[in-house]
């Protein structure tokens, strides 16, 4: 599946939400439009200026402006199965400074003031969010978001689907595992296990979800070639909401 390089040609995106506002005025400071969102609310038809569409089939390129990450993610194999050709690409925005040798894999949106230094690898389909800083060495994983004002220290890793809020800071060499959720503000100084939501100054553990009392609420989808398609999330407690910043 190719990338597609900003400036060759028009856009979809598809999550008609403030998120995809920004990836569109990251779009357009590239001199690139976006021909039109794409979402499955049938009642909304305008976003940022621009048209919504309710059904993605044929739509390509395409970039998935949806912030959480479990989400994007069955978005993203909802699109890949109804259109095995479909392209994604890759929106940085005109003043991060990301290094020659640093790799931005497809979908992944890169926001305005980010720094993303020497030999770092971001994975697909991430975000890293506006002034967030991921210094040399790093590897985050496909489907993390790193929020705005956090700073990653050299050579750590962050696990896939993993999402890092608002301010806080991570000091070097560290293993973030997949699936947590690192609370706005937060200190991290020692390895984060897998599927964990941990916060504070330092970051601890707060709740491990393999073992937390889960909830399940299904997500009906329709758009992705006009196939209903219904999806079961795991709707986590509370404390991973209060932390979602």
């Known amino acids: 599946m190719a990338t597609i390089k900003i400036g060759e040609e028009q856009m979809y995106l598809f999550g008609a939400s403030g998120h995809g506002k920004v990836i569109k005025d990251i779009l357009n400071a590239n001199g690139v439009q976006v021909e039109a969102f794409v979402d499955d ?4 038809n305008e976003c940022g200026g621009c048209p919504v569409k309710h059904n993605a089939l044929g739509l390509s ?3 998935v402006s949806i912030g959480m990450n479990r989400i994007r993610k069955m978005i993203v194999e909802r699109l890949k199965t109804n ?3 479909i392209k994604f690409a890759t929106a940085i925005h005109p003043s991060a400074v990301v290094s020659p ?13 980010v720094v993303i230094n020497a030999d770092a690898i971001i994975g697909k389909h991430c975000i890293i969010n506006s002034g967030a800083t991921i210094d040399h ?3 985050v994983g496909d489907y993390c978001h790193i929020a705005p004002g956090t700073h990653i220290s050299g050579a750590t890793h962050v696990g896939e689907g993993t999402w890092i809020g608002v301010g806080s800071s991570v000091i070097q060499c560290l293993n973030i595992g997949k699936n947590c959720m690192i609370g706005a503000g937060s200190v991290v100084v020692r390895d984060i296990p897998d599927n964990v939501t941990a916060y504070g100054c330092p970051a601890k553990v707060r709740i491990n979800k393999q073992n937390n009392d889960m909830s399940n609420e299904l997500l009906e989808t329709y758009s992705g070639g006009g196939k209903k398609v219904s ?6 407690h509370k404390g991973r909401i209060d932390y979602a910043a």
């Open 41 to 44: 609310d049938s009642n909304v």
């Open 61 to 63: 390129p395409m970039i």
């Open 83 to 85: 259109n095995p050709a």
């Open 101 to 113: 040798s640093a790799k931005i894999g497809e979908g992944t949106v890169v926001m305005a003031g």
């Open 137 to 139: 060495d790093c590897a």
């Open 231 to 236: 999806y079961q999330v795991l709707m986590l």
